[in-house]
């Protein structure tokens, strides 16, 4: 039997809580740990409960989503043995937000208005210690790739984040190590929020391959996870 998802929610927002924590504890994969309404206590449910997940919303009042995603990543995750991975909820779709909460460590984005199943795939796909990237903002990831900026600025509640353009060395790295066709169209996928299933079923292979491909692009890309690969990806202009 496989170990249920330990989940933690912080949203301010009442009956989005209360909608998402009685969707989730009806599932049997899922064992929800806890919620919180603001930022401070969310800090602390995360730093006690240590969950596969914690989905934060970005609007909290006390302090938004991606400093407290920041912190956490900064403060507890280092030493987390279960490597909490967090899943940021939100309303906004705009550039700023997106990179910004890519760049203070955020393992997938979701829009609030994702339906239930998605958001169950999403906690799924994340667990599994990949990335989830909403449809909805790959689209407005690779418009802001495609932009001739070097550089994008996010501030939220004075908190400025500032997102480089792909460092020369970096550029060095793809035409030392060049991605394949097949690992373009991967690349790509994953850009585009497809899990390894959904990959494997739109390009006729095996989900096996599908790891091994991603595997290489990490490597060559000298990524962490799938998140970094695309942002990478992104902001250097090997998809779009």
Not at 40 to 56: C, S
Not at 211 to 229: E, G, P, Y
């Amino acid at each position: 039997m496989m170990s249920k998802i330990r989940v933690a929610l912080i949203e301010d927002h009442d009956l989005t809580r209360v909608g998402i924590r009685t969707a989730l504890q009806q599932r049997s994969e899922i064992e929800f740990v806890g919620e919180a309404a603001n930022a401070a206590d969310g800090l602390n449910l995360l730093e006690t409960t240590r969950p596969d997940i914690g989905i934060v919303d970005l609007g909290l009042p006390d302090m938004d989503g991606i400093e407290l995603t920041k912190r956490f990543k900064e403060d507890i995750a280092a030493d987390d043995p279960n490597k909490t991975k967090i899943l940021v909820l939100t309303l906004q779709d705009h550039e700023e937000a997106v990179m910004a909460a890519f760049a203070a460590g955020a393992d997938s984005y979701c829009m609030k208005n994702i339906s239930f199943d998605n958001l169950l795939e999403a906690l799924h796909v994340t667990s599994e210690g990949n990335a989830w990237i909403d449809p909805a903002i790959a689209g407005v990831v690779l418009k802001q790739a495609k932009s001739s900026e070097a550089r994008t600025t996010a501030t939220a509640s004075m908190n400025t984040v500032t997102i480089n353009a792909a460092e020369p060395e970096y550029s060095q790295l793809i035409e030392a190590y060049p991605l394949t066709e097949r690992e373009l169209e991967v690349l790509q996928l994953i850009v585009d929020g497809c899990s390894n299933a959904v990959i494997a079923e739109k390009l006729y292979i095996t989900v096996g391959t599908v790891k091994t491909h991603v595997r290489n692009i990490l490597n060559k890309l000298c990524a962490d996870d799938r998140t970094q690969a695309a942002v990478r990806a992104l902001r250097s202009g090997l998809v779009g």
